[in-house]
Structures are given as structure tokens and as C-alpha cells.
């Protein structure tokens, strides 16, 4: 007896059967994984809390409460200073990165916003490659090197040195130079290395950085994204010897945004820390881009996670947290 076969009506009643099944699991699915993406943010926000306060330790003097001592004695850090603080006590960079949310850059494109400021007007210094001018009275030479930080680009900068010959200005040497306006060290990581002097090398020789480190009025100085990127002002003559990191050179080092009143909070505060956000710095005096950022930033089921002075973490809509509707959860 020849064995009957299936018909096509049954074959496609059970892919219907599958489809629907499917159908039923695949939204659970769904929501399992973002839940489950959801309690890696928060996991790493605790772990962001506990950081803050290492960090805090290791900088406070020894025999300080700290309850005073400047900078020394605050646990969370000015808003420049995210996120190079905590990150000595920070393990792994993934703690940094918000698992629905990782948007990395590469080092091509971080260099793009970097720029030199000047009385004679902004440089991009990825353009600035082997000698030359970047434009009017500005001149350059930068180099490429590595050392036990990791890979550099080393960047002079001089406003006013007139019009020197190739050969002059491959040996530095010509007049002009040893009054530079800026000398760094660009990391292929993020740091700066603002030289108090150039390094002895047969390229550098006979160059140096005095005291004033500045000819040129106010600005000669480095700036990230539109942001200095080192202190409060990016000015070299200000920072000289001083090795900082650049807030934001990775986008993906980090997907949380630091409060810019969090420097002002005490441990145990229930105001507003980290958050889920676009952007490093959650600028609540602009109310309504801040508003505006935290909604485009519900990335956890339209919610976002945040950290508040306590060390606790906390799940809300994004409006819920608006400072224009709640100010009052972000300041001290």
C-alpha cells in the first residue's frame, strides 16, 4: 500500500501554527533580552557609584575628614572631569557603556573635533600633518611617537614666528619658536601632555617652553567638541607639565551623562548623579535641551536608569526627571 504524503493544506497550516507561536513568543523575547540589557546599565551604575567613592579616596589627603580640602574632599567630580574621574578605579571600560546604547567613535573621527584656538581663529589639528602653516599666521609642526602612555601626535604651535624656510622650521630654530604658544602631546587614548619643556631630541632641539607659555592674548588654547579640553579654560600657558584626560574623546567610553551641579553633592544625597543620556554633560540650567536629551535617551523601554548621590540606582520616564517640571531632583 503506497504511504500517503502531505497535503499542501497541511503544510501550511503547520507554518501557520509555527508563525503563530512565533507571534506569541517572540515579543517575550524581545522584552526578556531588553530587560535583561537593562540590568547590565543599572549593574554598571552601582559599580560607577562605588568608583566614585574609590577614586574620592585615593585623592583625599592623608589626615583630611573630607569634609574639606577643596577638590580633594568632593566624591563626585566637576562635569570636565567626567569621565577621567573615576577612572583610575574603574576596572573595565565596560562599565562605561550602556549595553543599548554603544555609539563608539573612531580616532579618525575624534581627531576631527579637536582644534587650537588663537588670536588669528580656530585649527582643526587633524589637518595638521609634517610642518607647515595651518592658515594665516599660524604655523605647526607635529609628529607622530609612542612612549609608555601608548601612541602620540606632538603638536607645536607658534601664532607669529614670520615665514621661516623648511629648514628652519624642521630644526626649530628659527626666531619665533622658543617663545611657542603651545606645545602637547596628543594620546591616541584621549590624554594631553602640556610640556613645561620640549623634549631633548634631534628634531626638537634648541626649542623650548618658557614660563609665560603665552604671547597672544587669552585664547591659545585646545579645545574638544567646542569644549576645552583640559581645565576650565584649555589654555596650554595655564596647564604646562600636566597630563589630563579629554572629557568625551571616545564616545563610547561612556553612555552616561554626569549632573553639572553633581560636584555639589554630598554622599548620601538623593539628587540626580548619572543618567542615561546623549550627550557627557546633563546641563540643567538649559531646561527645555535637557528635557528634550532625557526623552531621546529612553533607551530601556522608553525609561532610562540613574544614579543619585546615595549610591542607589533608579529606574524613570524620561519626563518624570525633566528639570524644567523637577528641578529640585537635581540640585543638592
Known sequence: ????????????VVVAVIALLLAVV????TSVLAMGRATICRNNLHNLAAAFVASAHARI????SGTTGGDFALIYPQAMQWPGIPSDAVPEMAMYECPDDITKRSLAECLKKLEYRCPYGYYPMDTMEGYGP??????????????SLGAYTEYLLEDDPGTPTSGQLSQLNFHGWVDTDG?????????????DSIPTTPDWSGAHCPGA?????DLNAIYFEGKPAFGTDGQVKYHRGKIYDIPGWDAGETN?????????QN????????VDYKELIVDIDDAVKTEDLLIKSGRHLGRVNYLTGDGAVHTAMPLSLSPRLAREKWVP
Do not use: H, Q
Open 61 to 64: 589627603p592623608a589626615g583630611d
Open 213 to 217: 607659555m603665552n604671547s597672544c592674548g
Open 256 to 264: 552616561y551623562g554626569i549632573n553639572s551641579y553633581a560636584y555639589m
Open 26 to 29: 517572540m515579543p517575550s523575547m
Open 267 to 274: 554622599w548620601g544625597s538623593k539628587s540626580i548623579v548619572l
Open 183 to 195: 606645545a602637547v602631546r596628543v594620546y591616541d587614548i584621549g590624554k594631553v601632555l602640556i610640556f
Open 134 to 147: 595651518a592658515g594665516g599666521s599660524l604655523w605647526y609642526l607635529a609628529r607622530r611617537g609612542s612612549d
Open 1 to 12: 500500500m503506497r504511504r500517503k504524503a502531505f497535503t499542501l493544506t497541511e503544510l501550511m
